[in-house]
Nanobody, 124 residues
Framework: QVQLVESGGGLVQAGGSLRLSCAAS????????MGWFRQAPRKEREFVAT????????YYADSVKGRFTISRDNAKNTVYLQMNSLKSEDTAVYYC?????????????????WGQGTQATVSS
């Protein structure tokens, strides 16, 4: 069992930065791939970034490539999403998720556990 708690969301102006954190409980974190997804109002949940268990494989959505960076600290059971050069279209609730097989994956159905989400709002 893995419990995930996101933090770090807030209100920022366009061009600014936010750093999201996702703290995980449970021993399986170190063997899990982690992902970030987001959902904007009236839109479906979409993939943002994923990192495998060791941090050696990372994928990004095209819309965030070059602006967002995913990382993890297995000693702290935490995964991060550094978001730079934010745009109004990045406004969404951001969710972290854990996938037990440990392989980085962009598919939501491959994730076993989800956090409650943290709101990030970018004003233009």
């Amino acid at each position: 069992q893995v419990q995930l708690v996101e933090s770090g969301g807030g209100l920022v102006q366009a061009g600014g930065s936010l750093r999201l954190s996702c703290a995980a409980s449970g021993r399986t974190f170190r063997r899990s791939a982690m992902g970030w997804f987001r959902q904007a109002p009236r839109k479906e949940r979409e993939f943002v970034a994923t990192i495998n268990w060791s941090g050696s494989t990372i994928y990004y959505a095209d819309s965030v490539k070059g602006r967002f960076t995913i990382s993890r600290d297995n000693a702290k059971n935490t995964v991060y999403l550094q978001m730079n050069s934010l745009k109004s279209e990045d406004t969404a609730v951001y969710y972290c998720a854990a996938s037990s097989p440990g392989l980085a994956t962009t598919t939501p159905n491959n994730y076993d556990y989800w956090g409650q989400g943290t709101q990030a709002t970018v004003s233009s």
